[in-house]
């Protein structure tokens, strides 16, 4: 169960149908302060409109602060993430970011951002 102050967090920041947030370090502080926990994370490729072609995402949200911009939904994620602790997720995605993602030649990542699969006691935690 969502605490109540992570799910008002998700209502007034969450991009899209997604726990993707701009500011996913602010909600991952409060998701785990609050006693909650992520299972897996997915990853969002952040790029101007016109560099979508060759990033490694394709659809996603157009950035409602500024429409020259899309969180492009990549295929890259990392699950079974639950037995981690915050600072070692915050470790990975701050890796992931600085290493980035490529597919092929053609497609690479921009800036990446995370979005998150919350557990719950329906995925067995």
């Not at 500011?23 to 990853?43: H, N, Q």
């Not at 101007?48 to 969180?71: I, K, T």
């Not at 492009?72 to 639950?82: G, K, N, P, R």
């Not at 470790?91 to 951002?113: A, C, P, V």
Request: hydrophobic letters at 30%.
């Amino acid at each position: 169960m969502i605490s109540p102050k992570v799910q008002k967090y998700i209502d007034e920041h969450a991009i899209g149908s997604e726990y993707l947030f701009k500011d996913w370090e602010t909600f991952l502080d409060l998701l785990y302060a609050e006693g909650g926990r992520v299972s897996a994370i997915l990853w969002w490729d952040y790029c101007e409109v016109s560099q979508q072609p060759e990033s490694v995402g394709s659809g996603g949200y157009r950035d409602p602060e500024n429409d020259a911009y899309v969180y492009a939904e990549t295929q890259f994620y990392q699950d079974e993430v639950e037995t981690k602790t915050l600072d070692e997720i915050k470790r990975y995605i701050g890796q992931q970011r600085r290493s980035g993602f490529r597919y092929g030649d053609s497609y690479r990542s921009h800036e990446l951002i995370p979005s998150f699969y919350l557990q719950t006691e329906e995925n067995g935690n």
